[in-house]
């Protein structure tokens, strides 16, 4: 029974060593992740009670159900001419992901290719109802492609009101 990894310079290291490494290297992006789902589960919370949606404020600490809350923000639109109702791009961005990755495959891929396409969208919608902010599309853009981006960008405008067409969104 061999419990040790004989590696290229005579080096010797064993499984359980191994193991540590790989955790002690894991253990910060583990970090990274879990700040970044409270900072965002906090500033959705935030936003939802400050535009007058207590009701769905709590919906903000769900995995996967928070992302409904961007297109619910977001509310009815266009998407490539065609009519999207609020609660199918709610279901496309909180379900699909699930689906996919239990697919995989093409369809996960697929899958991938709807998600940033729906969640620019919904990114574009609430921040062009934000009166903070300047270029919608280029934040929608960044948000939905990486991820830390919208976690900062939603955390720095958790405070605003939401505006469309120069009345308070509620």
């Known amino acids: ?36 789902y409270g900072l965002e589960a906090y500033a959705l919370y935030t936003l939802a009670k400050n535009n ?49 990755g239990f697919i995989g495959g093409i369809v996960n891929y697929i899958c991938i290719v709807v998600i940033i396409i729906v969640s620019f969208y919904n990114y574009k919608a609430v921040y062009s109802k934000m009166s ?11 948000a939905a492609v990486i991820s830390l981006c919208r976690v900062i960008f939603i955390f720095l405008h958790r405070n605003d009101i939401l505006v469309e067409d120069g009345e308070i969104v509620e």
Do not use: H
């Open 52 to 100: 007058g949606q207590e009701d769905k404020a709590i919906l903000a600490f769900i995995p996967y159900i928070n992302r409904g809350l961007y297109a619910y923000f977001a509310g009815d639109q266009v998407m490539f001419g065609t009519p999207v109702p609020t609660i199918a791009s709610a279901a496309i961005m909180g379900l699909l992901p699930l689906l996919g």
């Open 132 to 142: 903070s902010v300047s270029d919608s599309t280029l934040f929608g853009v960044l």
């Open 1 to 36: 029974m061999q419990d040790a990894l004989q590696l290229k310079g005579g080096l010797t290291m064993s499984y359980l060593q191994i193991f540590a490494l790989l955790g002690a290297f894991l253990i910060p992006f583990i970090l990274l992740w879990l700040i970044c």
